[in-house]
């Protein structure tokens, strides 16, 4: 089947640790996000890439850094850098071009003590 | 920018009718989206509005008026399982196809 795989499901770190967060499609999209959602807080963008080894910031993107090697695969990092690193991080991808809607992963709830 | 309000919380009762109300402003307009979110799982798509008028998709129903900057989510014959987070997105302008959430309007169906 075809989809946004996240793992793991629940992350729990040290603070001062530097965590990677998986996000994998087999969807062929060329466009992949990272959000980050906090309680009764809608969806911030941290980084975004259109294509194969370009990225851009998003709305939020301190403490965070990404890469993009290859079409199918977009790990974020989640670095000692940012300040409050607890939430609900979510993966989505799109088709390129046109109006086409944002397939989300089941996400990865990070918790950081 | 763009700035998106969505009332933050509704109740109704099963069976029944609601009416979920999304207003934004935006520099340019692109079409307008409606997500589900149930706690603690991913958002999923429901519907995508780029001209004025009502598109009705089985029990739910999405409207768009583009001179008003208003939009709604209509969900007929509520189950219990609609209880959920119903998310208004519109498409940012710049480039990247990228999209600014309203914070959700969490609803809940009782008996």
């Known amino acids: 089947d075809g989809g946004i795989t996240q793992s793991p499901k629940y992350l729990f770190r040290k603070e001062g640790q530097n965590v990677t967060l998986s996000c994998e499609q087999n969807?062929?999209?060329?466009?992949m996000y990272w959000y980050r959602q906090d309680p009764g807080q809608g969806l911030r963008l941290i980084y975004y890439?259109?294509?194969?080894?370009?990225?851009q910031k998003g709305d939020i993107a301190e403490g965070y850094s990404v890469s993009r090697e290859k079409k199918e695969s977009f790990p974020l990092t989640v670095t000692s850098a940012q300040k409050n690193p607890t939430a609900f991080y979510l993966c989505?991808?799109?088709?390129?071009?046109?109006?086409?809607?944002?397939?989300f992963g089941p996400g990865t709830r990070l918790t950081v003590t | 920018g763009q700035n998106i309000d969505q009332p933050t919380e509704m109740t109704a009762t099963e069976g029944a009718i609601v009416q979920i109300n999304c207003t934004y402003q935006?520099?340019?307009?692109?079409?307008l989206f409606w997500y589900q979110q149930h706690a603690g799982e991913a958002p999923t798509f429901l519907s995508y509005?780029?001209?004025?008028g009502l598109e009705e998709k089985g029990r739910f129903s999405s409207f768009l008026s583009r001179s008003k900057g208003y939009s709604y989510l209509l969900l007929k014959e509520l189950q219990m399982k609609d209880s959920a987070s119903y998310l208004c997105?519109?498409?940012?302008?710049?480039?990247?196809?990228?999209?600014?959430f309203g914070t959700g309007t969490q609803l809940k169906v009782e008996l």
């Open positions: 935006t520099s340019g307009f692109n079409g």
């Open positions: 890439s259109q294509i194969v080894n370009d990225f």
């Open positions: 969807l062929n999209h060329d466009a």
């Open positions: 989505a991808s799109r088709p390129g071009t046109g109006p086409y809607e944002q397939y």
């Open positions: 509005n780029v001209l004025d």
């Open positions: 997105a519109v498409p940012l302008t710049g480039g990247g196809n990228k999209l600014t």
